[in-house]
């Protein structure tokens, strides 16, 4: 230890071993292949996640699958209570008992998540009990198959398009989740809409290695934490919604939400920690955006956009915005994909591990 201070035999072992633990600290933080998934609320994070638990994961055994019957009871309380409202008069007259029956269980002060940072702190907070439902069933189904409530559910889709698609998804498999012994199936595990609070960690292990993804909340106010996860980091996977330009920020609705997740971009891209860290951008909700675009013409929305209304168009557009965000001579991934299709997210896991191990 030249120029440093003299120690004595057992203070030498002490610092050798202490060395030592640091060397192999260092050598297992360089094995761990660390996967940061970045992007705005929403855009599909969590989703992309459930799609590597399905690859590389435990695929969510049935035990597991039952405990997220919860979160599909809290979603479709969200779904009905808007179509709910609306109803003045159902066909057999029996509106007003199930209406009150539904807004006693679930006072409508009590449901969304507005300004909640998690959904279990909205539970315990709000003593909201979802699994009162399936006491609600017969009545819920009931009113379901009412012909006014069909007619506002389809106008409600129309006026709104797909933004909720939980809602939809959920809305038409009311029988079955309404039925007793129900378990949520994998599709519906992912189209699952429970926000993350805050930081996740998930471990993964493919071929060998070991992987860890790191999950973050995409609101505006939780972005500050981002930075802290980024020593360490192998790749970042920034993920965005091809439909967010016809949509507002959680937080601030007449913030455009495509514009939101290019400055996150911008900043995330040219931050100085990322200098050598690779970045794979995913374009996702592709399923949603043939319908989107008929219902909210792209150039209705980013005035200066003069191409076609067409998907192929629009995506290479938005790609384009992205690209203009990357200052340096950093390579980033483009993929256009639907986190939801099980099927088609299957070579993308695939090249985004391999892409990640290649480093
Ligand atoms: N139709 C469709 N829905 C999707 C897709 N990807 C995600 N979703 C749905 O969009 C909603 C939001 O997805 P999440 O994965 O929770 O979004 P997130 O980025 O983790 O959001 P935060 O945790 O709030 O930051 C869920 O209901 C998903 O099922 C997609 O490709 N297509
Ligand atoms: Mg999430």
Redesign the pocket.
């Known amino acids: 230890m030249p120029g440093g201070p003299k120690l004595n035999k057992s203070a030498q072992t002490k610092s050798r071993s202490i060395d030592q633990q640091l060397e192999e600290g260092r050598e297992k933080q360089h094995d761990d292949l660390q996967l940061l998934?970045l992007?705005?609320?929403?855009?599909?994070?969590?989703?992309?996640?459930?799609q590597l638990r399905l690859r590389h994961g435990d695929k969510f055994p049935e035990s597991e699958r039952k405990t997220w019957t919860i979160y599909v009871y809290e979603?479709l309380v969200e779904a009905l209570y808007p179509i709910l409202e609306q109803v003045t008069e159902w066909e057999d007259g029996s509106n007003a008992k199930t209406y009150s029956l539904f807004v006693e269980k679930f006072p409508r002060s009590n449901i969304g998540r507005k300004g909640s940072s998690s959904q279990e702190e909205d539970h315990s907070k709000k003593n909201v009990n979802y699994s009162k439902l399936s006491s609600l069933a017969a009545d819920v189904l009931s009113m379901w198959r009412d012909k006014s409530v069909q007619t506002i559910w389809q106008e409600n889709i129309k006026k709104f398009g797909?933004r909720?698609?939980?809602a939809d998804?959920f809305l038409s498999k009311l029988e079955r989740i309404l039925s007793t012994n129900y378990i949520p199936d994998i599709e519906d595990i992912?189209?699952?809409?429970?926000?993350?609070?805050s930081v996740q960690e998930h471990m993964f292990t493919s071929e060998g290695n070991v992987y860890k993804v790191i999950?973050?909340?995409?609101?505006r106010s939780?972005r500050h934490k981002w930075i802290s996860l980024f020593e360490g980091v192998t790749a970042i996977v920034f993920?965005t919604?091809l439909t967010s330009y016809s949509e507002g920020t959680?937080e601030d609705s007449s913030l455009n939400s495509l514009h939101d997740s290019l400055s996150a971009f911008g900043s995330v891209i040219t931050n100085q920690f990322l200098k050598n860290t690779n970045f794979i951008l995913l374009l996702?909700?592709?399923?949603?955006l043939g319908k989107r675009l008929a219902d909210v013409p792209f150039s209705s929305i980013i005035e200066n956009y003069k191409g076609r209304n067409e998907e192929a168009d629009v995506i290479e557009y938005i790609k384009k915005e992205f690209e203009k965000r990357i200052t340096s001579e950093k390579k980033v991934k483009f993929h256009v994909?639907?986190?939801?299709?099980t099927p088609g997210m299957k070579p993308l896991t695939e090249e985004i591990i391999q892409c990640i191990r290649k480093k």
């Open positions: 998934i992007g705005g609320a929403g855009s599909g994070k969590s989703t992309f996640i459930k979603n797909l909720k698609t939980f998804h992912l189209f699952i809409r429970k926000p993350t609070a999950d973050v909340a995409g609101q939780q993920i919604s959680y996702n909700k592709k399923d949603l994909c639907s986190a939801i299709d």
